[in-house]
C-alpha cells in the first residue's frame, strides 16, 4: 500500500510503498478514504511529543471502510463495506483506576493512533473495532474526518468550560471552528481570537457566528465566563485569565503548549479556574457524533492527496490554513 512514513522527527515524510497490515484479534482492517491533518500530529513530527513508534504512519482522524476483520470480542459490532471513524484514543487497559472509573482519556498505559499505532495517512489502516465509532450519513468522507479530533477534543473541551454565556476561543483553526457553532447552537456567545494581523480567520470566525473576533493580545469587548485555548503558546495563558471573570474557567485543549509564562496570583485568584484536557472517551464520542448533524456542523476543509501530506503539514505550522486540511487517500 501506499503510505507516507515518518522515519525519524524534523523531518519530512517520505512516500513509501510498504505492505498492507493484516487485522489481529479485535481488530477491523480499513481502506482509508481520508485523514484528517491535526495539529497534534505536528507535535508528534517536530519532536515534541516523545517517544512515537517509528518508523510511524502518522494520522488519527480516520475516515474508512472495512474490509476485513481479525475476530475476537468487539468486531462484530460492524460488518464488511461499513464506514468507520478511527478516533486519536486508538487502546486503553480497561482494568485501572481510570478506565473502571469513565476516565479511559487518562489511562497511563492507552495507546493513541498516529503515534503508538499506525494512522491513517496511508491506503489502509488497522484498528481496534472497540475504539472505532460509526460516522453520521450526514458527512461525506472528507468532511467527516475534523470530527473525529478537531470536533471531539473541541466538543469534550467545550462541557469542561461549563455553562459559560460568554465564551473566548484562542486560536480559531480546526478545533474552534466546529466549536463555535456547537457553542452557537447552545446558545452561548463567541469571542474569537487569532494571531496579530490574521484578518482571514477573523472574518472566518465572523462568518461562523462569532459575535467578536480580534487579536490574541487584544482584551475583549467585556469579560468572558470562560475561555478555550486551541493554539499551542504558553503566553496566551494568563491573557485568558485577566479576560475572564471571577469564578470563569480557562481551559487548555491541546496535548502540547509551550511553557506558561509565570503571572500574578491576583490573575488566578477570585476562584477562577485553570485546567487541561487530554485525549477524549468513547462516551465524548457517542455524544458529539449524535449532536453534530443536529447543529448541523459545518467543517470547513482544504483538501490534499495523500502524496502531498508535507505540504499540508507546513501550511498548518505556518497559520495559513482555513479550517480543517484533509488528506484524500481514496476516491470519495
Not at 464488511?80 to 487518562?106: A, F, T
Given at each position: 500500500?501506499?503510505?507516507m ?7 519530512l515524510?517520505r512516500?513509501?510503498d510498504?505492505?498492507r ?37 502518522l ?22 463495506g ?17 478506565c ?15 503515534y503508538q ?13 472497540r ?6 450519513d450526514h458527512?461525506?468522507?472528507l ?6 479530533c ?52 477573523q472574518?472566518?470566525?465572523l ?9 490574541s ?28 471573570v ?25 476562584e ?9 472517551t468513547?462516551k465524548?464520542g457517542?455524544?458529539?457524533?449524535a ?10 476543509i ?15 505550522r ?10 484524500h487517500?481514496?476516491?470519495v
Amino acid at each position: 500500500m501506499r503510505a507516507m512514513l515518518l522515519d525519524t522527527p524534523r523531518r519530512l515524510l517520505r512516500a513509501a510503498d510498504i505492505p498492507r497490515p493484516e487485522p489481529g484479534p479485535g481488530q477491523v482492517l480499513l481502506a482509508v478514504k481520508a485523514c484528517g491533518v491535526c495539529r497534534t500530529d505536528l507535535h508528534v513530527l517536530d519532536g515534541e511529543l516523545p517517544d512515537p513508534a517509528l518508523p510511524l504512519i502518522l494520522g488519527h482522524e480516520i475516515v474508512g471502510t472495512v474490509t476485513a476483520t481479525g475476530g475476537g470480542p468487539g468486531v462484530d459490532r460492524f460488518g464488511i463495506g461499513d464506514r468507520v471513524g478511527v478516533p486519536w484514543l486508538g487502546w486503553s487497559c480497561g482494568e485501572c483506576r481510570y478506565c473502571r472509573s469513565g476516565r479511559e482519556n487518562l489511562c497511563d498505559r492507552a495507546r493513541f493512533t498516529g503515534y503508538q499505532i499506525d494512522g491513517g495517512y496511508a491506503e489502509y489502516a488497522v484498528a481496534d473495532a472497540r475504539f472505532c465509532f460509526p460516522l453520521p450519513d450526514h458527512y461525506a468522507d472528507l468532511e467527516a474526518a475534523p470530527l473525529l479530533c478537531a470536533g471531539l477534543i473541541g466538543y469534550r473541551s467545550l462541557v469542561a468550560a461549563g455553562e459559560a454565556e460568554r465564551l473566548g476561543l484562542y486560536g480559531f483553526g480546526a478545533a474552534a471552528h466546529i466549536v463555535a457553532q456547537v457553542a452557537r447552537h447552545q446558545g452561548r456567545r463567541v469571542f474569537a481570537f487569532t494571531r496579530a494581523g490574521d484578518r482571514d480567520a477573523q472574518r472566518f470566525a465572523l462568518g461562523l457566528g462569532a459575535e467578536w473576533a480580534g487579536t490574541s493580545d487584544a482584551p475583549p469587548p467585556e469579560p468572558l465566563d470562560a475561555a478555550i485555548i486551541f493554539a499551542p503558546a504558553g503566553p496566551l495563558v494568563p491573557a485568558a485569565l485577566r479576560a475572564v471573570v471571577k469564578g470563569g474557567t480557562v481551559v487548555c485543549a491541546g496535548i502540547h503548549m509551550s511553557d506558561i509564562p509565570a503571572f500574578p496570583y491576583d490573575v488566578l485568584w477570585g476562584e477562577r479556574t485553570l485546567r487541561s484536557v487530554a485525549n477524549l472517551t468513547r462516551k465524548d464520542g457517542e455524544e458529539f457524533l449524535a449532536l453534530a448533524p443536529k447543529v448541523p456542523v459545518r467543517t470547513e476543509i482544504e483538501p490534499y492527496p495523500l502524496e502531498r501530506a508535507n505540504e499540508a503539514l507546513d501550511r498548518l505550522r505556518a497559520g495559513r490554513m482555513k479550517g480543517a486540511a484533509v488528506l484524500h487517500v481514496a476516491a470519495v
